[in-house]
């Protein structure tokens, strides 16, 4: 990555287009780096030397992919960008954005006619279903370079040559932000991924509390009740992450209790696999109470039967 924002300095420095397009390790050269961290200036300088906007790294991921904002991304556009491109995972340039929980392009990507917000990638995952676990962390040296190069092209005002503050160039929102702006878009929360997995199964998988709850009050029941490919539905995912709130609202909603996994098993016996106590006792209660009212339906069924035949 280094040796790919040198050549920035190279411009600056000697105005010399010079190795500007070997790629850093990650196969990404400058010209993906300047739309991932927001230097437009320096767009027109590098497609001169580049010769190609849509050259991708490693990943198969082009400039526009990366466009860390509305001004880079039509500006890579005008400069002739293939917008409808996938990289090698299938991801689509809102995908990447969600990744990159980068709130700015999500909300822009979505309001384009073309977007298919629903698209989903090789691993059959939406934007959705991404914002609901976030994949991509920056790592602590990631972030720091990113600072690094920020600080690097500051002018004497603090303020690089687009007008940008450290601040603004990385700009990362909370992913829960991004999966209301996606919500908000009629994102579908029935898709299911690859592994049978709807958008309420990542949610609890990956302990999102408050998006699994609200899950749950939008969905209805066939929804609750789905199976991914091992036949785990939501219920049988709060017991195994200990979230009583979310099984006491399942259970709610009206969920079945007596659904089994691929390994037979109800959520009923994953709560006493893993001494889930609290769980346990609730969802036994719960069982004794709707076998209860089964058999008091069954006797009352039979009692009305024997007064017909009578």
């Known amino acids: 990555?280094?040796?790919?924002?040198?050549?920035?300095?190279?411009?600056?420095?000697?105005?010399?287009?010079?190795?500007?397009?070997?790629?850093?390790?990650?196969?990404?050269?400058?010209?993906?780096?300047?739309a991932k961290y927001g230097f437009k200036t320096f767009l027109n300088f590098l497609i001169d030397a580049v010769k190609d906007v849509d050259i991708e790294n490693s990943d198969g991921q082009t400039p526009l992919h990366l466009a860390c904002?509305?001004?880079?991304?039509?500006?890579?556009?005008?400069?002739?960008?293939?917008?409808?491109?996938?990289?090698?995972?299938?991801?689509?340039?809102?995908?990447?954005a969600v990744n990159y929980r980068n709130v700015e392009m999500v909300r822009y990507l979505i309001k384009i006619n073309n977007c298919d917000i629903d698209c989903k990638n090789k691993m059959g995952k939406t934007a959705l279903h991404l914002a609901i676990f976030r994949p991509y962390a920056m790592s602590n040296d990631e972030l720091i370079y990113a600072i690094d190069i920020a600080i690097e092209f500051m002018l004497p005002?603090?303020?690089?040559?687009?007008?940008?503050?450290?601040?603004?160039?990385?700009?990362?929102?909370?992913?829960?932000?991004?999966?209301?702006?996606?919500?908000?878009?009629?994102?579908?929360?029935?898709?299911?991924?690859?592994?049978?997995?709807?958008?309420?199964?990542?949610?609890?998988l990956h302990q999102k509390e408050e998006i699994s709850l609200l899950l749950i009050n939008l969905l209805d029941l066939p929804e609750l009740n789905k199976r991914n490919k091992k036949k785990e539905t939501a219920l049988h995912f709060a017991v195994l992450n200990n979230k009583l709130s979310m099984v006491a609202k399942l259970v709610e909603k009206g969920v079945q209790l007596d659904l089994k996994t691929?390994?037979?098993?109800?959520?009923?016996?994953?709560?006493?696999?893993?001494?889930?106590?609290?769980?346990?006792?609730?969802?036994?209660?719960?069982?004794?109470?709707?076998?209860?009212?089964?058999?008091?339906?069954?006797?009352?069924?039979?009692?009305?039967?024997?007064?017909i035949v009578s």
Do not use: V, W, Y
């Open 1 to 34: 990555i280094l040796n790919c924002f040198n050549c920035f300095i190279g411009i600056i420095d000697s105005n010399k287009f010079a190795n500007l397009k070997p790629p850093d390790f990650n196969g990404q050269t400058a010209l993906h780096l300047a």
């Open 69 to 96: 904002n509305k001004d880079i991304f039509e500006a890579l556009i005008d400069l002739g960008a293939s917008r409808n491109e996938k990289d090698d995972h299938g991801n689509t340039g809102l995908h990447i």
């Open 157 to 204: 005002s603090d303020i690089n040559p687009d007008g940008n503050r450290p601040s603004d160039i990385i700009r990362i929102m909370p992913n829960d932000s991004i999966f209301q702006e996606l919500l908000d878009k009629n994102a579908s929360l029935h898709l299911a991924d690859k592994e049978g997995n709807t958008p309420l199964h990542l949610a609890i």
């Open 262 to 307: 691929k390994n037979k098993r109800t959520a009923l016996d994953l709560a006493k696999a893993h001494n889930f106590q609290k769980i346990f006792d609730f969802l036994k209660t719960k069982t004794e109470e709707l076998e209860s009212q089964a058999n008091s339906q069954a006797e009352s069924e039979s009692k009305s039967q024997l007064e």
